[in-house]
């Protein structure tokens, strides 16, 4: 802590997000020494641990707020700790030369195990669940929106813990209220993904939201192999675990975007290499990502109707891609739910069994002693039920926001000049599928 | 339901909002039974239960998503059920005539006990957070909004299940593309708040998003006695706890605001008075809303700054009186936590001590039959520990927000042409004023 905060006073970024800051006592130590380089801080508290979230700002924030995920992950995984965290994205609102900045920080479920990933499910809803969030407070949650967006794919390869994004050459906008109701003007959305470039969730949040890859834009990056956020020469990787990745992963990202009117671009891109930049041990497991950005003005552009085009054509399979798996979700959130409900009808039987033979005298005291094991299977399978069920409703809620937006995207292309054929989600949607 | 369904079908209204539907089977049912009068319907899923709210429309729902509360009671409060309902606000976009309109439809955690409402801080937090979504969605996060509202105090008395709105003469706005990003033209909250008029939540929601209450707007009004929408004559209703007031109360409502350019009235307002509207048993415990709004455009006005009047000081008094309210609320959740721990600790002495008990032989049988209460008492206690930390977290991160929203409120004020003698908010918030 006290190394990373020498490292961002000496670099005096305009804005530094962090993911992981655990321990509030650390993001107020951390508060007090950054207090004359960045008068400006705030701390994301949710969860029973903490979402991990702060941000540390050169200039005033207006405003913040934050959305905490609807499922993330497991309470009973308790060595993976994720459930505790409360996991969230956070929202800043910044003035900067008249420009109104809508930063978002965010951390997603971490991945264990790639071959066999239990939580890609509830990954690829926080994704949604972001995407929809941004969509909705800075983009303009208005119908047509969706379509209107630069949509790329995620392609090259991969990045990540403590984002520093330096913002500069903001241009002057004379004469425009700020305090009139208005969508922001540029969007950054800076965190740990803990999503590869090409995985799913990080797909449906490029397409949905129409942000940009810094690393895939800008002209000008140093830093690790490929954009890697998480790399084998970091001491504290396990090297186990990138074995399949001899460059390492890009999971920690800087997005952006900007409205129309306004031009934004990433001028240099930066990262640590497996150690602080000025020698010693890492800061972090994750490589340090450093953005410089630019935002000009620019003439508002005419948007093509990209529904009918070949990057419509790409929202939609993202779109029927996420779609299947909230559903393969729903499905195994519901199978776990009935094979507890299963358990608490056995353990229900075995602690009928055992009064019975604790009254019958005999094995009395054998009888006594399992009750304290069939109670805990009882309350265990209970709560177990219980948190399924709230799976599977959080999941069939994210699949029915998905639903409702493929079925507007396949309007749009069937009335469309090409007259494609329509995208049909197949049988398997059927208890969807009635829903507007 | 059936009844219901029936009612709805007759009246054919633009949108139908309904609360407490809490068995999606009845949703399915309902659906089927509207399908020709309301193409369009909704049912918001979440926690186990499900967040009991859907919506019909007659016209086709652009968007929708949905914010689940933070904080909503407790767990352990299995009679009163709210936290495995997973309370939540659906909001869903329409396009009318050209109009943006975003609908939000809600219901807050319920008052059990007036006199003593263990829910009164989560119910204020719910409040404060429906207030912040709606910000951020609609109405515009950037800073300086919150001080250009159109600010009303909670006067007059009071009103309640199955909102139903209607619109009508909804102008075309010529010309205006709706596939930009822009914010709703109108904003409406429709639901059952548990709040009556003059409750800190109520005031908090209406001073920080400007919205307008239907009841005390409309100069056509017919219903229930001061507009209430839970009231004695309904036989589902608990007389009892209606004996402080005669007429019944009002905790459901309509509540609307236009942004510049447009103007937005309540032409009538109608409730059911206790009874089905054709005779018979009421349909449901609360009565119906029933809204004629009209939107006509209007010139953009020139917004005065209410910081520096008398409304400003109200806003910065209701939040100021939040802000108590939560800190109240964080030191609660607090010594429950600090209490659940030495639960714990004695829970652990007392296990080790029946551990030896039974290993010395003796009293080995009450020994052992013990242990299942004592596994118990310490599993519960963690699982209260870990929900109040919870809590405190939620709680705090409101308050952080409260906290930073009342330092700008007050910085306006003392800038202001009047130069108002500051208000400080005393030493009781210190740990939260040293944050941005």
Same mark, same amino acid.
């Given at each position: 802590?006290?190394?990373?905060?020498?490292?961002?006073?000496?670099?005096?970024?305009?804005?530094?997000?962090?993911?992981?800051?655990?321990?509030?006592?650390?993001?107020?130590?951390?508060?007090?020494?950054?207090?004359?380089?960045?008068?400006?801080?705030?701390?994301?508290?949710?969860?029973?641990?903490?979402?991990?979230?702060?941000?540390?700002?050169? *200039?005033?924030?207006?405003?913040?707020?934050?959305?905490?995920?609807?499922?993330?992950?497991?309470?009973?995984?308790?060595? *993976?700790?994720?459930?505790?965290?409360?996991?969230?994205?956070?929202?800043?609102?910044?003035?900067?030369?008249?420009?109104?900045?809508?930063?978002?920080?965010?951390?997603?479920?971490?991945?264990?195990?790639?071959?066999?990933?239990?939580?890609?499910?509830?990954?690829?809803?926080?994704?949604?669940?972001?995407?929809?969030?941004?969509?909705?407070?800075?983009?303009?949650?208005?119908?047509?929106?969706?379509?209107?967006?630069?949509? @790329?794919?995620?392609?090259?390869?991969?990045?990540?813990?403590?984002?520093?994004? @330096?913002?500069?050459?903001?241009?002057?906008?004379?004469?425009?209220?700020?305090?009139?109701?208005?969508?922001?003007?540029?969007?950054?959305?800076?965190?740990?993904?803990?999503?590869?470039?090409?995985?799913?969730?990080?797909?449906?949040?490029?397409?949905?939201?129409?942000?940009?890859?810094?690393?895939?834009?800008?002209?000008?990056?140093?830093?690790?192999?490929?954009?890697?956020?998480?790399?084998?020469?970091?001491?504290?990787?396990?090297?186990?675990?990138?074995?399949?990745?001899?460059?390492?992963?890009?999971?920690?990202?800087?997005?952006?975007?900007?409205?129309?009117?306004?031009?934004?671009?990433?001028?240099?891109?930066?990262?640590?290499?497996?150690?602080?930049?000025?020698?010693?041990?890492?800061?972090?497991?994750?490589?340090?990502?450093?953005?410089?950005?630019?935002?000009?003005?620019?003439?508002?552009?005419?948007?093509?109707?990209?529904?009918?085009?070949?990057?419509?054509?790409?929202?939609?399979?993202?779109?029927?891609?996420?779609?299947?798996?909230?559903?393969?979700?729903?499905?195994?959130?519901?199978?776990?739910?009935?094979?507890?409900?299963?358990?608490?009808?056995?353990?229900?039987?075995?602690?009928?069994?055992?009064?019975?033979?604790?009254?019958?005298?005999?094995?009395?005291?054998?009888?006594?002693?399992?009750?304290?094991?069939?109670?805990?299977?009882?309350?265990?399978?209970?709560?177990?039920?219980?948190?399924?069920?709230?799976?599977?409703?959080?999941?069939?809620?994210?699949?029915?926001?998905?639903?409702?937006?493929?079925?507007?995207?396949?309007?749009?292309?069937?009335?469309?000049?090409?007259?494609?054929?329509?995208?049909?989600?197949?049988?398997?949607?059927?208890?969807?599928?009635?829903?507007?």
């Amino acid at each position: 802590m006290k190394r990373l905060g020498d490292f961002l006073n000496m670099e005096s970024f305009d804005l530094a997000l962090l993911e992981e800051v655990w321990s509030e006592q650390d993001f107020q130590h951390l508060r007090q020494k950054l207090l004359p380089t960045y008068p400006a801080a705030h701390y994301f508290r949710s969860g029973i641990i903490g979402s991990g979230l702060c941000v540390f700002s050169k *200039h005033p924030i207006q405003e913040f707020t934050q959305h905490v995920y609807t499922l993330n992950g497991y309470p009973y995984m308790i060595h *993976h700790g994720d459930w505790f965290c409360g996991k969230a994205v956070g929202l800043l609102v910044l003035h900067l030369s008249g420009l109104v900045l809508n930063v978002y920080v965010t951390h997603l479920h971490a991945e264990y195990n790639r071959q066999k990933d239990i939580y890609l499910t509830h990954r690829v809803a926080q994704a949604w669940e972001l995407a929809q969030f941004i969509q909705c407070v800075s983009l303009g949650l208005t119908g047509e929106v969706g379509w209107d967006q630069g949509l @790329r794919g995620g392609q090259g390869p991969t990045y990540r813990r403590a984002e520093l994004v @330096r913002e500069e050459c903001l241009p002057h906008r004379p004469g425009s209220p700020s305090h009139t109701s208005k969508k922001a003007d540029v969007v950054l959305l800076c965190g740990d993904l803990n999503l590869h470039p090409k995985d799913l969730g990080c797909r449906l949040l490029k397409e949905w939201t129409g942000l940009h890859d810094a690393y895939l834009e800008t002209r000008d990056f140093k830093g690790s192999e490929e954009g890697c956020t998480m790399v084998p020469e970091n001491c504290y990787v396990n090297q186990r675990e990138l074995e399949p990745f001899p460059f390492g992963i890009r999971i920690d990202y800087v997005l952006y975007k900007a409205v129309s009117g306004f031009y934004i671009s990433c001028k240099t891109l930066r990262t640590t290499t497996g150690h602080d930049p000025h020698s010693g041990s890492p800061l972090s497991d994750h490589e340090a990502l450093m953005a410089t950005l630019c935002v000009r003005h620019s003439p508002p552009q005419h948007t093509p109707s990209p529904t009918h085009g070949p990057e419509g054509s790409q929202l939609i399979s993202v779109l029927k891609e996420a779609w299947r798996e909230l559903d393969l979700g729903v499905a195994q959130a519901r199978w776990w739910a009935t094979f507890a409900s299963y358990v608490i009808g056995l353990g229900l039987l075995l602690l009928a069994f055992l009064c019975a033979l604790a009254a019958g005298g005999g094995v009395r005291e054998v009888a006594i002693l399992l009750w304290t094991p069939s109670v805990g299977l009882l309350l265990g399978a209970g709560a177990v039920y219980l948190f399924h069920m709230q799976e599977a409703k959080g999941l069939s809620g994210a699949r029915a926001e998905l639903q409702h937006v493929l079925g507007r995207a396949r309007e749009a292309q069937d009335s469309g000049p090409e007259s494609q054929p329509a995208l049909l989600l197949g049988q398997q949607e059927g208890d969807g599928t009635e829903e507007q």
